[in-house]
């Protein structure tokens, strides 16, 4: 994720504020304090589950830029090339943002008002580019408008970016679409953590998703799957010199020339390109946090 963290005077206030809320209010004993609380103690406070709206006194649990064992911004280090130089897979599900994560802000839907309302909210100074891309008429209603918005701006944009800043070390990275849908989990969309089960072969089971056994189908789409990331783990390249499976292309030709490309994973698989080509060029050229943090993903640093 290439998306501003917060950072380490954040992350300070957030723990003295955890601590404050438990009664360990006094340096010298905090330590010992926080030691003696049980986990129905800790449990009982409000925690963050990630969404569109920020709700205030709610904590979230993330990576921070601490200048220790995080430097610097992922993206600064991305853009550095300070990373691990090696071959990586990075994909999407195709309306990752469908579901939980907006319909925990708005589960009554939401009007076109509203829409606008939490867009400003959200982007502030820029709310008017976001809004000129990503009108509340976009889809065929406004909750699915900002699902779309959050969607690209969140996961689909930030994983081509990714891609690319790994290809521009000339390290191998290959990029999926997982649009794949089952109907009983999500009617029409594939949304955030579906693919995870058809991957590992596993059915759904009553907790994150409805029931639904894998079938013919579904175990169709896991072995060419499993076979992707087998020969990935084995070889660093996914794919396989076989008519039979889909060629899946490094996300750019080794000389750097050509369209960016991906694999889909569906019913038919297939290679593509220039996903999301036009939105994620807006979305590029943004520094923002996460349009699912406790801030404004324009909130500034």
């Known amino acids: 994720m290439t998306l ?8 300070a206030a957030q723990g003295a504020a955890f601590a404050a809320a438990l009664g360990c209010t006094e340096a010298a004993s905090a330590l010992g304090c926080l030691r003696g609380k049980t986990r129905d103690q800790v449990a009982a406070l409000p925690l963050f589950a990630p969404q569109v709206s920020e709700i205030a006194g709610r904590t979230a649990w993330l990576p921070n ?3 220790l064992e995080i430097p610097a911004q992922p993206r600064t280090l991305f853009e550095a090339g300070l990373f691990a130089q090696v071959p990586s897979i990075v994909g999407v ?7 939980s ?3 925990r802000s708005f589960p009554g839907g939401l009007t076109a008002a509203q829409f606008d309302a939490a867009v400003a909210a959200e982007f502030q100074g820029l709310a008017t580019a976001v809004l000129a891309l990503y009108p509340a008429t976009l889809e065929a209603t406004p909750l699915e408008s900002l699902a779309r918005l ?5 996961f689909v944009c930030e994983a081509k970016r990714l891609a690319r800043l790994i290809d521009d070390t000339r390290t191998p990275a290959y ?11 999500a009617p ?6 579906v693919e995870s089960n058809i991957l590992f072969g596993n059915d759904y089971v009553p907790n994150l998703f409805p029931n639904h056994p894998l079938e013919a189908e579904d175990l169709a789409l896991h072995s060419a799957m499993a076979g992707y990331w087998s020969r990935f783990i084995a070889t660093g390249n996914p794919s396989v010199d076989d008519d039979a ?9 080794p000389e750097g020339r050509g369209a960016d490309r991906y694999l889909v994973l569906d019913r038919v698989i297939r290679s593509d390109e220039r996903l999301r080509e036009v939105p994620c060029g807006f979305w590029d050229g943004l520094s923002l946090r996460s349009l699912l943090g406790t801030l404004p993903a324009a909130h500034p640093d």
């Open 4 to 11: 501003r963290w917060p950072d380490g005077t954040e992350a």
């Open 101 to 103: 994560f907006v319909t």
């Open 65 to 67: 830029v601490d200048g």
């Open 188 to 193: 029409g969309r594939a949304i955030h953590g």
């Open 175 to 185: 990029l999926y679409s997982y649009d794949y849908v089952i109907d009983d989990l």
């Open 245 to 253: 499976v889909v060629h899946w292309q490094r996300f750019r030709a």
């Open 93 to 99: 599900t195709r309306d990752e943002a469908y579901g």
């Open 150 to 154: 959050v969607t690209d701006g969140q």
